[in-house]
C-alpha cells in the first residue's frame, strides 16, 4: 500500500474524531474548569518545582542558578538518607498492617448472613472516615502523653510501670509511636476497598466452592484472595505513596524528633523550604522523592503483574 493511500486514510479518522469531539463540545466545556484548578494548583507548582530546583532560591530576593549543585548536595544529605530509613520502616509497618486487618475484618462482614447486622457493621466501620484527620492525630497525642496518656495508664493499671515511656519524647520509640498510630488500623478507606472487592464476586462461584467441599481458609485461600487481587494492589499502591508523602503525622506528633529519630522525607522537605528559606534545595529534594516514588510503585506494579501471571 503506497504512502498516499496510507496519508488519504488516516484522513477520515482524524475528521471522524474531531466531529465527535465537536458533537459534544458542551460536555468539554464543563472540563475546562477542572484543568483550569488542575494547572493552577498541581501542575503550575510542579513545573515552578521543577525549573527553580536548578536555582538557589530563598522565595524571596535570592534567585541564583546553581545547576545540579542542589541535586549534588542532596545525594550528600546524611539527614535526607536517614528519613528515607524511617520511611521505609513506616510503609513496611503499614503495609502489614493495611493488608491483614482490614482484610481480615472485611471478610468477616461480608459474610455477615443477617443482612441489617451486615449493614450497621459497615456503618459503624465507615463512621471513622468522617472524623478529620487532625482530630484523630490529636487523640493519638493523648494516647501517647507520658503524663496521665491512656497508653501508659493502662499499663500502669495492669502492674507495668516498668514498660511506661515518653512515647514521643524518645528516640527509641519515637518512630514506633507512629508506625502503631491508629490501631487496629482497620475503620477507613482500605476496608471499603477491601469490602467492595468481596461484594463484586458472583454468588455462584460461592455456591460451587461450597459444592466442592470448600472450608473456610480454603474459600479464602483460593476463591477470595485472588478475586480481589486487584483491591490488594490498590492498597498496596495508596499505602506505599501515602507513607513516602507522609508529613502532617510525624509534624504533629514528633515534630520529626527527637532529634531525627522520626524525621520523614516530606517532613525535612517542609522544613528545608519554610524553617531555612532553602526553597530551590527543598525542590530538589522533592523532585528526588517524586522520582523515587514513581519507581517504587511501578515496581509493585511489576510484582503484582508478574505474582499474577505465575498464579
Known sequence: ???ASLSEGAKPKKLGLLR???????????????FAVLGTFKYGPLVVAVQKSFFDWNGANVDRFVGFANYAKVLHDASFRGSIGHALALTAGALAETLTLPLLAAVLVFHIRR?????????????PLIVPALVVIKIWTWVYA?????????LELVGLDGWTHAWLGE???????????????????YFLIYLAGLLNIK??????????????????????????????????????????????????LTGGGPGESSLTPALYLY????????????????????????????????????SETSG
Do not use: H
Open 115 to 127: 443482612r441489617r447486622l451486615a449493614e450497621w457493621v459497615r456503618v459503624l466501620f465507615i463512621v
Open 203 to 252: 454468588a455462584e462461584l460461592f455456591e460451587s466452592g461450597s459444592l466442592d467441599g470448600m472450608g473456610v481458609w480454603q474459600r479464602f485461600r483460593y476463591l477470595e484472595l485472588p478475586l480481589i487481587r486487584g483491591q490488594i494492589r490498590l492498597v498496596a499502591l495508596l499505602v506505599v505513596i501515602g507513607q513516602l508523602q507522609n508529613f502532617e503525622l510525624p509534624l504533629i
Open 20 to 34: 465527535k469531539i465537536w458533537r459534544v463540545r458542551q460536555a468539554y466545556f464543563f472540563l475546562i474548569p477542572v
Open 146 to 154: 507520658s503524663q496521665n496518656g491512656i497508653l501508659n495508664s493502662l
Open 171 to 189: 528516640s527509641g520509640t519515637s518512630l514506633w509511636a507512629l508506625v502503631l498510630y491508629n490501631f487496629p488500623w482497620i475503620g477507613g478507606i
Open 1 to 3: 500500500m503506497s504512502t
Open 271 to 306: 522544613d528545608r523550604a519554610f524553617t531555612y528559606n532553602e526553597m530551590g534545595y527543598a525542590s530538589a529534594l522533592g523532585m528526588v522523592l517524586c522520582v523515587g516514588i514513581l519507581i517504587v510503585t511501578q515496581a509493585i506494579q511489576k510484582v503484582f503483574k508478574s
